[in-house]
């Protein structure tokens, strides 16, 4: 039958049934323990694991640099990193109650890494004594660490939320003589002092240290030297094994409370607390539990193992699997003890009578009536114990089948099987592989289910873990935040604002996500804030832009630098080419004073950095032609001592130079920036009218046939309302249309008429006569014009 | 005052729209007792003007000033200062309050920020030290109805801030003040967006929906039908045309600010010293204004000189004839029009002096070559030209643009070439202004042959022969070309995106069609049966149903004039309303690119 099946499992200790379940088959390949350091989180946390440096491994087909590697409880890879820390020796490693992974190296360097192997910044150091000593031993709990120092000295620090390292009070050890032989504390949280109290057992004795007092224990039933020690987890028990062979627990006034001889005298690899009735002992391929009787329970492995201690057992771990040892739950063991007739083990049988269709099941039934409360308790807290599935179905019907037998006012019972039902989602949810969080219901139970969420997201399961939050009702505003960092989930939660979470995302140092987020953001006014603390904006590009928005009116170095650092060459060339206008518009800058150094730097500067990106040949040109008209303006500038130069344009420049009559300079800027022959016809003959130099004009139009005809100077003659001056060059014009517009223009319809009718453009003709409409003796020229166009048109 | 336009006759009840703003903003000033100086932003004095009279304004204890970087000049202890969210604005205020504080003056100082408070801006204050001394509120003032039929969110610069400056704050307003109408008029089913900022402003509408849902439920049927979101990215060839409307060209020559131009009292015909300048209020109050907005401006002249005409007849026969009193009545209702008639012959006669130069024409006549993109050559030559003549720098952007965006881009050899003489010709500080309309995409190199006559030909934007005087498609506003912009929104509204999408694609942006509940919970049978209901029931009313047309990044009045001509058709179904970030005009919009260094 099954239910003996489950009991033929457990060992008797005293009176006690102690059970080990396997929970998984590791999914890691190729990880040998003995090789390698290993930090267990408690709580079904990750595994770290990384060579062991102070052992001489042979190294397979590996790289000789350390790798550390995270993984979850069932061994799947969650991250890794290269191990490249200086510092000596990795000493210490364990995981913080927020599960960060705290590593102490010899020189008393701390690093810490999140459960993605991401490194901490910044890295602390346990203090100059350490790095000058070394450090040899570290105990870690909960949120602390004790370092032992070759020196012999000790170093706390207390909380590693708040890394403050001091020395504890100094026990004397002549370390050159004799090494403690073990080193244990018992946790602040336990201690009268409220600070930490180291165990040391040294030479014959026990010496005890902490802040500021050392004191060696006093007792004669020490039997010193002690090989080991471990402090149980409510902090009350001490367990010690002797150098005969003897594993003695006490008090924390070192009475014994009960002591067993073991077969060997030598001292456990490791030793641990089994809740808070047996000690664990592993050496070599034993694993003793050991409790209040003369007898032991032992297991034989044939790989090496590491015992992790929870607050109601221990889990196992080796290389292939890793398993749960614990004393039966007094529920699970009522049910099924092998010949147990407890109501709820009835009730169970009931169960299985009423599956095969059975009457005995009532008969159960009848026989239980009385206690089927309890009953249906004891299924209820025995599934809760249970990490088989499918037992836990059949004890959670059998609560429910019996529940069903009471009748009315049995709302507590109902919501009980409720409430469990719900625990078990939860624990199944999380023990699948994937997440590799073995929890059993008393370690969820004081974990407590917000801290679960959390961690998950830090291990960025971040489905499971808004799922689970509103499974339970637990929506604790930032945690619901951050939990929807992930796009997909983020649609989930419509209306949520973005920005209150990027800047969560932000506080919590995590700027990736919170640029990422920002990008979400419909509200930009709300993103502002947002990136105004980020200190780095990340190749996003609607967050970038709000970035440089703001920057630009407000941080131009910031902007200056930023583009710097993505490689952003032509922004920084516009940024300083910009600050040169800015030095221009400096009153100073103009009067050709020294300034004008300074500014054609920045140009030349931002020349070069143009000239960095093929695309920007152009600029980069322009740039350089800047500066070079500037250096002209000066020079200009000076040798007419007229301040009218500096920051015209080049056309400018050679008008003013040729209304000033400077010839010369105008011919030179036209050379030095190689302005064509077309614009030069215009600047000049615009340049000559403006000045109403118009023999000069007409010299200029015999120089030789201009390059682009006569309209310049017509244009510019009628624009100077000069008509004497324009008919000297409308006949030259070539096409009989623009002569036809010019003439129109100065109000000659006669010439104008002729040379359209001439052009054969009866469009044009119409214009002309509308501009002309006023003066009806010359429309009637036009009429008859077009008349005679439109007859040769039809002929 | 007449400037204050009458909504009497909108499709949508504007109206109220604008008295809850004047409501929000005499609350600001109530709430502040005693006596207290109101310093405007003059950015937002344009817009405030069309919202409320100065008058109410004083008589609830404010005098008024503009704020500017010099300090205030009151006697008043209450200083409120109503601006825009922007830095140089903070500084001023920063450096006001220090003047005080140096001076010894205690005052109190509030500040309305307009439509909404930003965090960085109270930074600003934050590290001015002055924040603690201010009280902080907001004016939600998301736009201001400009006339009967047109929105404006006063965005001044929402093109080139998305464009060149990835700057997209504006996007949020257009969807917030869209938002804020949709919590008035119901939510608008039908959202169809063209363009990358509108498919956005679309996005940030229906996470707005369902952050702040608008309860539709106690509002029978959405007032407006459709929604059309239109990037002006999407259409640049339209503004870069001289508009030939009769308020087009008004607007190209004299610029319409807030609803009326201002020009020399001499012009208008007054009798004032030299010099003096006079606002002419123009909308729809006028109602010769209201017959001849839309019309091109040949039209109007004829229209002028045809009531000219018959007024002059009118008044012989009333010299030379008996009358009967009735007849007088008549007359003397015509000759209410007179001034009307005057101020609008004044201006025709004005706008006449522009549009009668040679250049003007030898400008309309270019655009056409480009728009019809058959000789390239002639417009490179003239635009060479232009830049060698020093002609005005905006006026050759525009030119430039328009040839860019048609042959999607200059050839290598002449992009380097004209941006090079354009440098020489205006100075080196454009290089700045080249830089931007590049990253507008406004001006660049050739790299893909242009969609332009393909998209020209589709969607039939080039009519010969046009009618002007009795047109009978939306090409008289350009004298024969249709605009794209308007093109596409009469597609829009016949039969949505799909079946003109290949087209779509051909222009800039990704577009979007949706369909939207206004019942933010999941819409049942009934609700759904009782919307369509009430839908069918306001066609039933002989309403037509409303298309808000909105335009990001501005529109220009031959546009509206065109949607006018569009709605005024006897087959279409729909009115009208026009949303845009502003009014702009080919000068305005290439001016927002240029970069002023000197």
């Known amino acids: 039958m099954a239910n003996v099946s489950v009991a033929a499992e457990w060992q008797l200790l005293s009176n006690r049934f102690y059970r080990k379940l396997e929970i998984y088959q590791m999914r890691w390949k190729h990880v040998d323990l003995s090789r390698n350091k290993v930090a267990c989180a408690p709580f079904g946390g990750p595994i770290a694991i990384i060579r062991d440096d102070s052992k001489i491994v042979q190294l397979y087909s590996e790289s000789a640099l350390r790798k550390l590697r995270i993984f979850n409880s069932a061994g799947v890879l969650i991250s890794e990193t290269i191990w490249k820390h200086p510092g000596g020796r990795l000493i210490g490693m364990s995981w913080t109650d927020d ?102 057992g040294v030479g014959d004795g026990i010496v005890t240290v902490d802040d500021d007092d050392v004191r060696q224990v006093e007792s004669d039933d020490l039997r010193g030297p002690v090989q080991k020690l471990a402090v149980s987890h409510n902090g009350r028990i001490l367990a010690r094994f002797t150098h005969d062979g003897y594993l003695v627990m006490s008090n924390m006034q070192f009475d014994t409370i009960f002591e067993y001889q073991c077969e060997s005298d030598l001292p456990p690899e490791q030793m641990a607390w089994c809740g808070l009735d047996s000690v664990l002992l592993y050496r070599d391929d034993m694993l003793l539990v050991v409790g209040p009787s003369e007898y032991c329970i032992s297991y034989i492995y044939d790989e090496p193992v590491i015992l992790i201690p929870e607050c109601d057992g221990v889990r196992i771990l080796s290389n292939s699997t890793l398993e749960f040892l614990q004393r039966v739950p007094d529920s699970t063991e009522s049910i099924f003890k092998i010949g147990s007739t407890s109501p709820a083990s009835l009730l169970v049988d009931a169960l299985d009578h009423f599956d095969r269709r059975s009457a005995k099941a009532d008969e159960n039934l009848r026989l239980i009536r009385t206690s089927l409360p309890e009953a249906v308790e004891a299924c209820v807290d025995a599934a809760g114990h249970e990490f088989d599935v499918s037992r836990q179905r059949t004890l959670l019907r059998a609560a429910s089948y019996g529940q069903a037998f009471f009748g009315f006012g049995s709302n507590f019972q109902r919501d009980c099987i409720q409430e469990m039902c719900k625990t078990l989602r939860v624990l199944n949810a999380v023990r699948d592989f994937v997440i590799g969080v073995p929890l059993s219901i008393q370690q969820y139970k004081s974990l407590t289910a917000p801290v679960l969420i959390g961690r998950l997201i830090n291990a960025h399961q971040h489905l499971l873990a808004l799922r689970l939050s509103e499974y339970l009702g637990i929506i604790k505003a930032s945690r619901k935040q951050e939990i929807d960092n992930e796009k997909r989930e983020l649609k989930i939660c419509k209306g949520i604002s973005y920005a209150a979470v990027a800047a969560h995302a932000d506080k919590s140092g995590r700027r990736k996500l919170a640029a990422m987020l920002v990008e979400y953001e419909s509200r930009s006014s709300k993103q502002r804030p947002a990136l105004e603390f980020f200190g780095t904006i990340q190749a996003r590009s609607f967050a970038r832009d709000l970035f440089i928005t703001y920057a630009r009116s407000y941080k131009h170095e910031f902007l200056k630098d930023f583009f710097l650092s993505t490689g952003q060459l032509q922004d920084v060339a516009f940024l300083l080419w910009k600050e040169s206008w800015e030095l221009g518009k400096n009153p100073m800058a103009s009067k050709g004073s020294p300034l004008h150094g300074p500014r054609i730097k920045l140009i030349e500067k931002a020349q070069n950095l143009f000239s960095e990106t093929k695309e920007h040949t152009f600029e980069s040109k322009a740039a350089e032609e800047h500066a070079k008209l500037l250096r002209i303006q000066h020079e200009l500038e000076v040798s007419t001592k007229q301040a009218i130069f500096v920051d015209s344009s080049i056309s400018d420049t050679i008008r003013t130079c040729i209304v000033l009559g400077n010839h010369r300079a105008a011919m030179k800027v036209k050379t030095e920036f190689k302005v064509s022959e077309k614009r030069w016809y215009w600047l000049k003959v615009f340049a000559l009218a403006t000045i109403r130099d118009w023999d000069a004009l007409e010299k200029f139009s015999k120089e030789k046939r201009p390059p682009i005809g006569y309209r310049p100077f017509v244009e510019a003659c009628i624009d100077a309302d000069e008509k004497g001056e324009a008919l000297k060059y409308i006949p030259k014009l070539g096409d009989p249309r623009e002569r036809a517009e010019a003439y129109a223009r100065i109000g000659m319809a006669k010439e104008a008429a002729d040379a359209a009718s001439q052009a054969k453009d009866g469009e044009l003709l119409g214009r002309l006569k509308l501009s002309f409409a006023q003066n009806t003796a010359a429309s009637s020229i036009f009429d008859t014009l077009r008349d005679r166009l439109s007859f040769q048109g039809v002929s | 005052m007449a400037q204050i336009p009458n909504l009497d006759n909108s499709p949508l009840n504007l109206k109220s729209l604008r008295e809850l703003s004047q409501r929000e903003l005499i609350n600001i000033l109530k709430n502040i007792r005693g006596k207290k100086c109101l310093v405007i932003d003059p950015k937002l004095s344009g817009s405030l003007s069309l919202i409320i009279q100065t008058s109410v304004l004083r008589e609830h204890g404010a005098e008024l000033r503009h704020l500017s970087a010099d300090p205030i000049q009151t006697d008043c202890t209450k200083v409120v200062y109503l601006v825009r969210s922007r830095f140089n604005l903070m500084r001023y205020i920063c450096s006001h309050v220090h003047n005080d504080i140096s001076k010894g003056l205690e005052r109190e100082y509030h500040i309305y920020f307009v439509p909404r408070r930003e965090v960085v801006c109270e930074k600003v204050l934050e590290e001015e030290k002055v924040h603690h001394l201010m009280t902080i509120g907001e004016y939600p003032f998301y736009m201001v109805p400009l006339d009967e039929d047109v929105l404006s969110f006063e965005l001044d610069f929402a093109n080139k801030d998305c464009q060149v400056d990835g700057d997209t704050s504006s996007l949020w307003y257009i969807a917030k003040a869209i938002h804020k109408l949709e919590s008035s008029f119901g939510v608008i089913p039908h959202v169809r967006a063209k363009g990358k900022a509108s498919v956005r402003v679309a996005d940030i509408l229906s996470h707005m929906q369902t952050e702040e849902p608008v309860n539709s439920s106690d509002m029978g049927g959405p007032e407006i039908n459709t929604l059309i979101l239109l990037d002006r990215e999407v259409d640049m060839v339209t503004p870069m045309c001289s508009q030939l409307t009769y308020e087009g060209l008004l607007d190209e020559f004299l610029h319409i600010h807030n609803g009326s131009v201002e020009l020399d009292a001499s012009i208008m015909g007054a009798q004032q010293q030299e010099g003096k300048k006079m606002k002419v209020p123009l909308n729809s109050s006028d109602k010769l204004f209201k017959e001849t907005r839309d019309l091109n401006f040949e039209v109007v002249v004829q229209v002028l000189r045809q009531k000219a005409t018959s007024m002059k007849q009118d008044y012989t026969e009333m010299t030379t004839t008996n009358q009967t009193v009735s007849e007088l009545k008549d007359f003397v209702k015509k000759l209410n029009s007179l001034p009307e008639m005057t101020r609008h012959i004044n201006l025709a006669q004005h706008l006449s002096m522009f549009t009668s130069k040679q250049s003007f024409l030898a400008r309309l006549d270019m655009e056409h070559t480009i728009v019809e993109a058959q000789s390239y050559d002639i417009c490179f030559e003239y635009i060479e030209e232009l830049i060698h003549k020093q002609e005005p720098l905006v006026s050759v952007l525009r030119f430039l643009i328009l040839l860019s965006v048609t042959n999607s881009g200059l050839p290598k050899k002449h992009f380097d070439y004209l941006r090079r003489e354009l440098l020489h010709s205006y100075g080196f500080e454009h290089m700045a202004t080249l830089n931007n309309l590049e990253k507008a995409g406004l001006l660049k190199k050739q790299e893909t042959k242009s969609n332009w006559l393909t998209v020209k030909r589709a969607l039939q934007l080039v009519i010969e022969d046009t009618d002007t005087a009795n047109p009978n498609d939306i090409s008289y506003v350009f004298s024969g070309y249709a605009p794209l912009s308007i093109r596409l929104v009469q597609h829009a509204v016949r039969s949505g995106w799909r079946p003109m999408e290949e087209i779509l694609k051909l222009l800039p942006g990704p577009h979007s069609e949706t369909k939207r509940v206004g019942f933010s919970s999941s819409p049942s049978f009934d609700t759904l049966h009782r919307s369509s209901e009430a839908a069918d029931r306001l066609v039933a009313d002989g309403r037509r149903s409303l298309v808000l047309v909105v335009f990001i990044g501005g529109v220009t009045f031959a546009e509206i004039s065109a949607l006018r001509f569009l709605s005024a058709q006897e087959g279409m179904a729909y009115d009208m309303i026009i949303g845009t970030t502003n009014i702009v005009n080919g000068n305005t919009l290439a001016e927002a690119y240029v970069e002023h260094l000197v």
């Open chain 1, 99 to 200: 599960q960060t992974l705290i590593c102490i190296v010899q020189d008393g360097t701390i690093y810490r890494y999140n459960i993605n192997a991401e490194c901490l910044e910044p890295n602390y150091s346990m203090g100059k004594e350490c790095f000058e000593q070394n450090v040899v031993d570290c105990v870690f709990w909960g949120n602390g660490v004790v370092c032992l120092t070759e020196a012999g000295k000790l170093f706390c620090v207390a909380d590693f939320k708040d890394i403050k390292p001091y020395k504890l009070a100094d026990p004397i050890i002549r370390m050159e003589e004799e090494l403690p032989h073990c080193m244990a504390v018992i946790e602040p949280q336990y201690t009268v002092s409220g600070n930490v109290v180291v165990l040391l």
